[in-house]
């Protein structure tokens, strides 16, 4: 009778500390689920802007020559100088 005893009171103290780590705790799946999710729209980021980087000048020809990276920044995000106007052509 007291081994059945013991028995449940450590299943009970295991599904206790279960649904405290995994639902209550600041590590909790949900909170998991959240930062994995944040994580691959942050990698995918990251690959859209290597990919557009890549099509014309490297990562490192834009981080070491200034003007180049000015030029790029022009022609691919339609950036302005604060005196000038810029015509943007949409073909459809």
């Given at each position: 009778?007291?081994?059945?005893?013991?028995?449940?009171v450590f299943i009970g103290c295991l599904i206790l500390g279960?649904?405290?780590?995994?639902?209550?705790?600041?590590?909790?799946?949900?909170?998991?689920?959240?930062?994995?999710?944040?994580?691959?729209?942050?990698?995918?980021?990251?690959?859209?802007?290597?990919?557009?980087?890549?099509?014309?000048?490297?990562?490192?020809?834009?981080?070491?020559?200034s003007t180049l990276l000015e030029k790029y920044v022009r022609?691919?995000?339609?950036?302005?100088?604060?005196?000038?106007?810029?015509?943007?052509?949409?073909?459809?």
């Amino acid at each position: 009778m007291k081994k059945r005893i013991k028995i449940f009171v450590f299943i009970g103290c295991l599904i206790l500390g279960l649904l405290y780590i995994f639902i209550l705790s600041g590590n909790s799946l949900k909170t998991h689920r959240e930062l994995n999710k944040k994580m691959k729209y942050l990698d995918e980021s990251i690959v859209k802007a290597k990919n557009q980087v890549n099509n014309t000048y490297t990562f490192d020809e834009l981080r070491s020559d200034s003007t180049l990276l000015e030029k790029y920044v022009r022609e691919q995000m339609n950036w302005q100088k604060s005196n000038e106007d810029v015509f943007v052509f949409v073909y459809e």
